[in-house]
């Protein structure tokens, strides 16, 4: 029989998860707010904290909701929607100025967050497959949950979910969805939406913002501090944020490693520009150095290469806007742009994943 612990959580750390102590040992609990009383159990001990499950909420919070999905709790894409929309903008500004204090030694606060829609949001997702069940992975091991609604999803993802397409031989899929239609990976279509009155292009396979309805405040953001006439933009996609600001600019340069997107890039972007299919790390290294007044840079969340950061560190770009999915990486990259040359003029957080402490 489990042994059950009566606590009271502390606070909310990075990743959502509550914390508080057992004998003095810190705890994890998933699905908490501050002040709750909950009755818990051990699932995991560390050497230096436990890792908990919640059983029972005894005090509830006055931010505590009923969760708007059936399956919270079970399914891994969400772990804050039972708290208010308030209270996770709120942690999640709490969660940036702790990383950056913590992993970038970065004192920065009343960082301003920009909300989203809190639900149907998302347009881009991986669904899981096996023979019977299509859906989601449960919040642990390789289990696959069916689905057949997503709160968090727009409608042409939902619409995918209740089709009766049949993607075999592949036991994870990218679906990309737009107000009422979808598109899978598998199918490689060219895609076509407007955002902020402009056309842009990509392919269904391609990697693309997976909120794009808050795409238009992103792009008033990054036009308030691009400055001169030479972009670089690192990590550049398909070219989403040259297109957001290339009427700022005479000359765009941009890389990435994926070679597919420069049919898309030829099309999101009017302005004149070069691209170039090669690796950061590589770019970094070339001897013959582009002089750019603006650096655009938006990593995957592993962040940025100790060669790709002493490359920033050491530019004369007069303004380098990092762009970031995983605050951790981001401030411990920042700890090395900022040691010489730099220093940070703005810090804004985009809610792009609401109901998840992703940002």
Same mark, same amino acid.
């Given at each position: 029989m489990k042994k059950l612990y009566t606590v009271t959580i502390e606070k909310l750390i990075p990743g959502g998860k509550g914390m508080c102590r057992i004998d003095g040992k810190v705890v994890f609990v998933p699905f908490v707010l501050p002040g709750e009383k909950v009755i818990?159990?051990?699932?995991?001990?560390?050497?230096?904290?436990?890792?908990?499950?919640?059983?029972?909420?005894?005090?509830?919070?006055?931010?505590?909701?009923?969760?708007?999905?059936?399956h919270y709790g079970i399914c891994g894409g969400c772990n804050m929607q039972?708290?208010?929309?308030?209270?996770?903008?709120?942690?999640?500004?709490?969660?940036?100025?702790?990383?950056?204090?913590?992993?970038?030694k970065i004192k920065y606060t009343n960082i301003e967050i920009v909300p989203s829609k809190p639900l149907n949001y998302r347009n881009r997702v991986q669904i899981h497959n096996d023979s019977?069940?299509?859906?989601?992975?449960?919040?642990?091991?390789?289990?696959?949950?069916?689905?057949?609604?997503?709160?968090?999803?727009?409608?042409?993802?939902?619409?995918?979910?209740?089709?009766?397409?049949i993607d075999m031989g592949k036991e994870r899929i990218a679906v990309f969805g737009y107000e009422n239609w979808y598109s899978t990976e598998l199918l490689e279509e060219n895609i076509q939406i407007s955002v902020n009155r402009k056309q842009l292009f990509f392919?269904?396979?391609?990697?693309?913002?997976?909120?794009?309805s808050i795409l238009p405040e992103l792009s008033a953001h990054l036009n308030r501090f691009v400055a001169g006439d030479i972009l670089l933009d690192l990590?550049?996609?398909?070219?989403? /944020? *040259?297109?957001? &600001?290339?009427?700022?600019?005479? !000359?765009?340069? %941009?890389?990435? =490693?994926?070679?597919?997107?420069?049919?898309?890039?030829?099309?999101?972007?009017?302005?004149?520009?070069?691209?170039?299919p090669v690796s950061l790390e590589k770019w970094c290294s070339n001897k013959k150095k582009i002089k750019a007044d603006t650096i655009i840079i938006d990593?995957?969340?592993?962040? /940025? *290469?100790?060669? &790709?950061?002493?490359?920033?560190? !050491?530019?004369? %770009?007069?303004? =380098?806007?990092?762009?970031?999915?995983?605050?951790?990486t981001m401030a411990r990259d920042l700890k090395d742009i900022l040691a010489d040359n730099y220093k940070m003029e703005d810090f804004k957080l985009f809610d792009f994943y609401p109901q998840t402490s992703h940002m």
């Amino acid at each position: 029989m489990k042994k059950l612990y009566t606590v009271t959580i502390e606070k909310l750390i990075p990743g959502g998860k509550g914390m508080c102590r057992i004998d003095g040992k810190v705890v994890f609990v998933p699905f908490v707010l501050p002040g709750e009383k909950v009755i818990i159990s051990i699932v995991e001990e560390k050497k230096n904290y436990s890792e908990a499950e919640l059983i029972e909420v005894l005090e509830e919070s006055t931010f505590r909701i009923k969760a708007p999905c059936p399956h919270y709790g079970i399914c891994g894409g969400c772990n804050m929607q039972h708290m208010d929309y308030e209270t996770q903008l709120k942690a999640k500004v709490d969660f940036a100025e702790n990383l950056l204090l913590r992993n970038g030694k970065i004192k920065y606060t009343n960082i301003e967050i920009v909300p989203s829609k809190p639900l149907n949001y998302r347009n881009r997702v991986q669904i899981h497959n096996d023979s019977e069940v299509r859906g989601f992975k449960k919040r642990s091991g390789s289990t696959i949950i069916s689905i057949d609604h997503c709160p968090i999803a727009v409608e042409g993802i939902n619409k995918y979910l209740i089709s009766d397409q049949i993607d075999m031989g592949k036991e994870r899929i990218a679906v990309f969805g737009y107000e009422n239609w979808y598109s899978t990976e598998l199918l490689e279509e060219n895609i076509q939406i407007s955002v902020n009155r402009k056309q842009l292009f990509f392919n269904s396979s391609l990697f693309f913002q997976s909120n794009v309805s808050i795409l238009p405040e992103l792009s008033a953001h990054l036009n308030r501090f691009v400055a001169g006439d030479i972009l670089l933009d690192l990590y550049c996609g398909v070219g989403l /944020l *040259s297109s957001m &600001v290339e009427e700022k600019f005479k !000359k765009i340069y %941009a890389v990435e =490693i994926n070679k597919h997107v420069e049919p898309y890039i030829g099309k999101n972007i009017k302005t004149a520009h070069e691209f170039f299919p090669v690796s950061l790390e590589k770019w970094c290294s070339n001897k013959k150095k582009i002089k750019a007044d603006t650096i655009i840079i938006d990593p995957p969340r592993t962040g /940025l *290469s100790k060669t &790709v950061r002493h490359y920033l560190q !050491k530019s004369k %770009a007069e303004t =380098i806007i990092y762009v970031s999915c995983d605050p951790a990486t981001m401030a411990r990259d920042l700890k090395d742009i900022l040691a010489d040359n730099y220093k940070m003029e703005d810090f804004k957080l985009f809610d792009f994943y609401p109901q998840t402490s992703h940002m």
